[in-house]
Every structure is written in structure tokens, then in C-alpha cells.
Nanobody, 129 residues
Framework: QEQLAESGGGLVQAGGSLRLSCEAS???????????MGWFRQAPGKEREFVAAISRSGSSSDHADSVKGRFTISRDNAKNTVYLQMNSLKPEDTAVYTC???????????????????WGQGTQVTVSS
């Protein structure tokens, strides 16, 4: 069983919506509520970039300026799952989206890749124009 398993990617037209899910393995993460969760993406030929992150309690979140107002990160601690709701998708959102888990200071959201020690395999999101 993968430690972090993403799902929900696919092909969508510009303006459409997708919801990504990332389920954390109970075997690996017995205390999911102690983890800060994040979403990152990487487009071909580009570096991995921060998309969104959420605190361990879910009470605070952070979104990259490029997705603010269109994407929303959330989590369901009872299901060991974090979500990324993506609306008003644009072709420039095309990338492999990966979820990440880590322990951050006070459990706060973080944009720093180095704060995340666990990464999923990624799921492809393709937005056609």
C-alpha cells in the first residue's frame, strides 16, 4: 500500500473543475492529525512548485497566488484524506500534482518542499484550451 495515494486527476476543458484526493496510509501515518499536508505540481520542463497547504487541524490553509480564488485545499482527518478542489481550470494548470505530508512548526501550512518528508506518486491533470 502506498503511503500517500492520489486520485482524481484527468483531462478537462478550460473552465472546468476537478477534485483531487490524497489518502494517507493508516499503517504509515497512525497520527494523521499531526501532519501538515500540501499539494505541489510540476509541469514539463519546470520546477516543482507549491500549490496549497493545510494545517494539521485544518483550521488554516495557504494557497499560491496563481491558484488563489480557484483552488481550495481541505482535509478530512477521520478519513486520513486531503483534497484539492480545482475550479476555473486553465491550460497553465496542466501538471503532475503531488501531495505531501510532513511535520512543520506548530503544524502550520508550509510552502517549503523541505518541510515535507513524504510524497505521493502524483496524478496528471491536463487542461485543454
Amino acid at each position: 500500500q502506498e503511503q500517500l495515494a492520489e486520485s482524481g486527476g484527468g483531462l478537462v476543458q478550460a473552465g472546468g473543475s476537478l477534485r483531487l484526493s490524497c489518502e494517507a496510509s493508516v499503517r504509515t501515518f497512525s497520527s494523521f492529525t499531526m501532519l501538515t499536508m500540501g499539494w505541489f505540481r510540476q509541469a514539463p520542463g519546470k520546477e516543482r512548485e507549491f500549490v496549497a497547504a493545510i494545517s494539521r487541524s485544518g483550521s488554516s490553509s495557504d494557497h499560491a497566488d496563481s491558484v488563489k480564488g480557484r483552488f481550495t485545499i481541505s482535509r478530512d482527518n477521520a478519513k486520513n484524506t486531503v483534497y484539492l478542489q480545482m475550479n476555473s481550470l486553465k491550460p497553465e494548470d496542466t501538471a503532475v500534482y503531488t501531495c505531501a505530508a510532513g511535520w512543520t512548526r506548530f503544524g502550520a501550512p508550509s510552502r517549503n518542499l523541505n518541510d515535507y518528508g513524504y510524497w505521493g506518486q502524483g496524478t496528471q491533470v491536463t487542461v485543454s484550451s
